[in-house]
């Protein structure tokens, strides 16, 4: 096996997903990048024979909320920062991520109180891991911005210039629309997760519904405006109708994750906005609440991106369903959705594809029963898992 | 690819090539020293002090290697199927998603326990077991996973449909470990009644009002059948050559109890007195990771590390954090606790193997199986970057 210092290391006897077509032959890396694709085997002494696995591009997923589950294994228990987000990271780079996103809250939830206290830490931790080179993958923070949390701006300007950040989405988590169109479903989620009786959840919905005359849209317009002033990707949150998208747009948002009908979806797509869809909902067949399910948007030609939502590993699994004939892309096209466009939609430009020049953040998978399973994880070349 | 593709090509790979790893601190079951281990056909033939790096071997740059932890109770398999309430996901990816997992946290032995007798849950809920342990063969058989697994079922003898449901799985050939619980109000983990009835109504999604009324049900269940019932499962187990745990013994009866009936493991014993009591008999004492790492148990009963400050712990297991493990044997050799380095170790993987039934591996040394890890510290945390198995690199 070639050391890490090598100069070139060589993948041979490997089926090659490019980015339109899929290849059988070698790959070399040099200084932690792509050199070159060639097809047809490699005499290189020491190539490392692929046995006629895939090699794939290392998948970028923009949307993980796996951080958490890390940091708060079991209701009560906080576990320490730094050991958690390495435990999240292996979990990440077995599923093939490469690069990820690691969705931090700002702003409470009904099913977490406790995320005004323990979103800092987590960035914290994020970049002194990635400082000390403790992980495999390459991490960025995503900060989901919580509007309907009056102090949410405040929360955000605490931590918007920190080194780890690279993309923030706005949620809003009110009852009568986007998630939560049910007002009566949102009231029995609210007594049960807060403990809350019937005239406390209905003083919580009050408030809450209070939020969306003034505060929603104030908080809206100026997270917004901070976070295209730093340059970060900007993602709206569970969109519903058609003016949900109009009114992103307006604010400048050029991403709109989960999407929960076709209208809206559209709508975005034809605003050029790129669309994020949760790779579990894929896999599963289904929407966990019923909304418009992201097979039916990759039917309808506006599912740009998966991520992975709350299952590291269903990225992979995804995109290999994309490409099995229910859905019938090319493989090309469905590892696109969780590499290529993604690097495109967070605006990195030196990642998401195999190709001369680009990061050698590669994965070799084989296939059992037509389910993909990673063998070997490399970042920089440099073999991670 | 299919199966049959896969299994050629392992039968097919050289059956182990060479692996030499210099310039390492090796801990050994004895002691601590820079050194060398050579590896072949995935067995361990040489361990040598010394700092050099021989040609071909691989250079370590002085971080720990160690033997590969063997954890005899995780429930993360069950986690991984059942990613949040309602959602089910294939059995064999969860599995191998969960082997990942463990297989990073440095564990190369994996006892994936499942919880039989769940007298509340649904059918769904029920079937995931046969489903998971079929997914865990399965992945075995095709070499899917990193680590070996190996099945730990849990009993809960408060069911009255326990012994039908696991009748099936008795014969299972991964099975290894098999647990006797018993959760009732009053006793072992929540001699508190208010506190169990917090866990109930919080964790586990109890209506307040049905509380009392369970824990009269359990209670007499307890009376009457589980004793019938833990009996059976022992012997049930013993007759197939399976070590069996007993489950969070509190008093001096529970362990007698145990001991009488032939179990060899005393699994999160919740008094000083019921470790002392397994001591006595030559029971093996098993403590969950998380609680060394916490610093003390979820529910307020005897802590870990109390066990090891009195010399009453034997193994450690990562319960519901596999990352807790590696961390929690590194804690316990911090100098307030005092273990030596070696000691520490060899509560995660010799003790641990050995209990288990499985004597080919544990520790460093000529003629044991080359599951190793190399560990670099970050300050105080472990950083787990490179793990074999049988001296292949599987992470």
Known sequence: ?385 | MLQEDVLEKQASAPAGAALHLANAEVVTAETTFRGRVRVEDGVIVAVEEGGGVPAGAIDCGGELLLPGLVDLHTDHCERHAVPRPGVHWDPLQAAIAHDAQVASAGITTVFDSLVVGLRDADQTRRDLLGSIMAAVEKGEELGLFRSQHLLHLRCEVTDPTLLDQIGPHMDHPLLQLVSVMEHTVGQRQFPDAEKYKEVLVKLFDVPEDQVEARFKRDAEASRTFAPTFREAVTRMAQQRGIPVAAHDDETLEHVEEAARLGMTISEFPTTLLAAEAARERGMVTIMGAPNVVKGGSQSGNVSAIDLVRAGLLDVLASDYVPISMLAATLRLAEDDIGLTLSQAVNLSSRNAAKAGGLDDRGEIAVGKRADLLRVRMVEDHPVVRTVYTAGKRVA
């Open chain 1, 1 to 385: 096996m070639p050391s890490q210092t090598a100069a070139e290391q060589v993948l041979t006897n490997a089926r090659i997903v490019l980015a339109d077509e899929v290849v059988e032959g070698t790959v070399y890396l040099r200084d932690g990048k792509i050199a070159e694709i060639a097809s047809g085997g490699s005499a290189v002494p020491g190539a490392e024979d692929m046995e006629g696995d895939y090699v794939l591009p290392g998948l970028i997923d923009l949307h993980t909320d796996h951080f958490e589950k890390h940091v708060l294994p079991r209701p009560g228990t906080r576990w320490n920062m730094l050991a958690a987000v390495m435990a999240h990271d292996a979990q990440m780079a077995a599923g093939g991520v490469t690069t990820t996103f690691d969705c931090v809250c700002v702003g409470v939830s009904i099913k977490h109180p406790e995320r005004r206290e323990i979103f800092r830490p987590m960035i914290d931790a994020v970049r002194e891991a990635v400082a000390k080179d403790m992980l495999r993958a390459d991490h960025i923070v995503h900060l989901r911005c919580e509007v309907t949390d009056e102090m949410v701006v405040d929360l955000f300007d605490a931590v918007a210039d920190h080194a780890a950040v690279g993309m923030m989405s706005l949620m809003d988590h009110a009852p009568g629309h986007r998630q939560y169109p049910d007002v009566q479903r949102f009231r029995e989620r609210t007594m049960k997760n807060l403990k809350l009786s019937e005239a406390e959840a209905d003083a919580h919905i009050d408030r809450l519904l209070s939020t969306q005359e003034y505060l929603v849209p104030k908080n809206r317009i100026e997270l917004a405006a901070r976070g295209k002033q730093r340059g970060l990707a900007i993602a709206s949150h569970d969109d519903e109708t058609a003016d949900h998208i109009v009114d992103a747009a307006a604010l400048g948002i050029t991403v709109t994750e989960f999407p929960t009908t076709l209208a809206a979806a559209r709508a975005a797509h034809d605003s050029g906005m790129k669309i994020i869809m949760g790779a579990p909902n894929l896999v599963r067949g289904g929407s966990h609440s019923g909304n418009v399910s992201a097979a039916e948007l990759a039917a309808a030609g506006l599912l740009d991106n998966l991520a992975s939502d709350y299952v590291p590993a269903s990225l992979l699994q995804a995109a290999f369903r994309l490409a099995a004939p229910e859905h019938g892309l090319s493989l090309p096209a469905a590892m696109a959705t969780v590499s290529a466009n993604p690097a495109e939609t967070a605006g990195l430009g030196d990642r998401g594809r195999i190709a001369s020049g680009l990061k050698a953040d590669l994965l070799r998978v084989a296939t059992v029963e037509g389910q993909p399973f990673v063998k070997t994880v490399w970042r920089d070349a440099k073999r991670v898992m």
